[in-house]
């Protein structure tokens, strides 16, 4: 029987961390889906169809890697595609929390699923999206946080909202 994990996320962008995540899980899963959360009331830096291309051209090199979207309960998407797993990455202490909330309440809602934590990488422990959109919104280097088509994106993105105001507002939209 094939084991197939869900990854989600909102990956706005996905980074490096996330790429870790995805390949050591692989070593666990036969098959990784990454799910994106969609959720038209919270606008991101990126729009949904901009994070999957990221995520596509990102994750090319592992064929047993799907890129998809989901609303709704976690679990209930996790049930229609059949799958065994939900894959989270754990950074610093500061994420535990929430992560073991999440955790009990999709296991409350669904006991088949089991949730599967991988501790991120030594490098990546101080990295997320938030962080990263921050530090480049101000000229920040982010060079070696996320792969390049995503730094360049960002790059883009923070070009086309090149006043302060209108800077600071596009991040307010965008906690991830
Ligand atoms: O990358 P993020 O923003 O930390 O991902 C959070 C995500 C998408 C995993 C979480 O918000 C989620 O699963 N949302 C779907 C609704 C749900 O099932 N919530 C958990 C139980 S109430």
Do not use: C
Not at 64 to 73: A, C, K, P, Q, Y
Not at 93 to 111: C, H, P, V
Not at 139 to 156: C, D, H, S, T
């Amino acid at each position: 029987m094939k084991r197939i994990a869900i990854y989600p996320g909102s990956f706005d962008p996905v980074t490096n961390g996330h790429l870790d995540i995805v390949e050591r899980g692989l070593k666990i899963f036969d098959k990784i889906i990454v799910a994106i959360l969609y959720n038209p009331g919270k606008e991101g830096l990126f729009t949904v169809e901009e994070r999957i291309e990221m995520l596509k051209v990102s994750l090319k090199k592992f064929p047993n890697v799907e890129i998809d979207t989901f609303d709704g309960l976690l679990v209930e998407y996790a049930k229609k595609r059949k799958a065994h797993g939900i894959l989270r990455g754990l950074r610093a202490l500061s994420d535990f929390e929430y992560e073991f909330q999440m955790a009990l309440m999709n296991r409350k809602l669904n006991r088949e699923v089991q949730t599967v934590f991988l501790m991120t990488g030594l490098r990546w422990i101080y990295t997320s999206s938030s962080i990263i959109k921050e530090a480049a919104q101000f000229g920040g280097n982010i060079n070696g946080m996320v792969p390049a088509l995503v730094q360049r994106k960002i790059k883009e993105k923070f070009a086309q909202t090149s006043t302060p105001d209108k800077r600071k507002s596009k991040m307010q939209k965008n906690d991830n």
